[in-house]
């Protein structure tokens, strides 16, 4: 499967940070390199580098969306405005927004739902606490997450999901190929007892603190079709080399 290499910023990056993307376009001209490409910057910034990467390698998308198109929902940004300001993807169910936010998985399969309405791409998160996997429940929130999150709008759309342990997030620390394979393999399961076929072809990303030195090992996991980078997607040339290994 054609893997999928992207790039959370979170909340990071101002308009100097156009440098970034620059580089990054750049280094994906001419590339052998039979992968996706993805960059999903701050709300703030999406417009712009969506302008600037046109007809370039790298894709441009978000990392949030409402669940309805339009209305009073002050402060809020609607897939069909992602769309229409050129993003590609959206980044739904992150463990950020679930925790800081208090997002149900109910809450992201309305926001999936309203990104496939729009052409949009989900990339739907899921993921277990520390506290889950040391109680031996990863599986059971990891694929209840999943059975929640994923609306049935879905079917015979193009959709992501990305597996990312919490307790992996930012932490230095990171699953060990055994655990990545698990999960992995659960999910691909889960998918295709759900969606058929189509479950066969859904990219499933691992994001828990992939970097240019693990990046080889983690991406060669049965089942793992890409990354969703965190940290290291703010640099060109980390970024650049994790991209590298997808080949």
């Known amino acids: ?59 441009i998308g978000a990392q949030n969306c409402h669940a309805v198109a339009s209305g009073a929902h002050t402060g809020d940004v609607s897939a069909q405005m992602l769309a229409d300001i050129g993003a590609s993807h959206v980044i739904l169910g992150h463990s950020e927004r679930r925790a800081d936010h208090g997002e149900l998985s109910s809450d992201v399969a309305a926001k999936a739902s309203a990104a496939v309405d729009a052409g949009l791409v989900p990339i739907i998160c899921v993921g277990e606490s520390l506290a889950d996997r040391e109680a031996g429940l990863t599986r059971k929130v ?8 994923l609306p049935d709008a879905l079917v015979e759309k ?56 693990n990046a080889t090992e983690i991406l060669g996991v049965a089942d793992v079709d890409g990354g969703l980078i965190g940290g290291a997607s703010l640099k060109a040339a980390d970024f650049l080399a994790i991209f590298n290994s997808a080949g």
Request: some cysteine; glycine content about 12%; hydrophobic content about 45%.
């Open 1 to 59: 499967m054609r893997k999928l290499i992207a790039g959370n910023w979170k909340m990071n990056g101002l308009r100097a940070s156009s440098d970034v993307i620059t580089e990054i376009v750049q280094g994906l001209e001419g590339t052998e390199i039979e992968a996706d490409c993805l960059i999903c910057p701050p709300f703030t910034l999406l417009g712009a580098f969506a302008e600037q990467t046109a007809g370039s390698g790298l894709k």
């Open 142 to 149: 990891v694929l209840g997450q999943l059975d929640m999150s």
């Open 158 to 213: 193009p959709f992501v999901i990305a597996y990312e342990p919490i307790w992996a997030i930012g932490t230095g620390l990171t699953a060990d190929a055994g655990q990545i394979a698990e999960v992995h393999h659960a999910v691909r399961e889960a998918l295709v007892k759900r969606f058929g076929e189509q479950g066969h072809n859904v990219q499933i990303l691992y994001g828990g603190s992939m970097k240019p030195a």
